[in-house]
């Protein structure tokens, strides 16, 4: 399995991006896949996940800014950003959960500054 991350870069406080994340290989129908964020020093923390079925969860920070969607055709995954803060910067990786083992992304760097 490989997941390919795009649509990172360089926003201003209280702009939008969406990140989009692409799998491919041995996809199995039901899995569960998310983002998730990381900045030097701290853990990699989920920022929101979508399961085949589509069910959501988001970390509460983002509640209300970002929105997580998938296209289970394409095996892709999105995740809309509004409303960025300065806190949002982080490199942002993509997961993929099936059959009891992840798959991970490259990261994608998103810096939110005027």
């Given amino acids: 399995v490989q997941l ?3 649509g ?7 702009g939008s991006l969406r990140l ?3 799998a491919s290989g041995s ?11 990381q900045t030097p020093g701290k853990e990699r923390e989920l920022v929101a996940s979508i399961t085949s079925g589509g069910w959501t ?6 509640k209300d800014r970002f929105t997580i969607s ?16 300065p806190e949002d910067t982080a ?9 009891g083992k992840d798959y991970w ?10």
């Fill in 57 to 62: 969860n988001y970390v509460d920070s983002v």
């Fill in 91 to 99: 490199v942002y990786y993509c997961k993929l959960g099936q059959w």
């Fill in 70 to 85: 998938r296209d289970n055709a394409n095996n892709t995954i999105y995740l809309q950003m509004n409303s960025v803060k």
């Fill in 4 to 6: 390919q991350a795009s």
């Fill in 105 to 114: 992304g490259k990261g994608t760097q998103v810096t939110v500054s005027s």
């Fill in 20 to 22: 989009s994340c692409a």
């Fill in 27 to 37: 996809i199995v129908s039901r899995n569960v896949m998310g983002w998730y964020r």
């Fill in 8 to 14: 990172g870069g360089l926003v201003q406080p209280g």
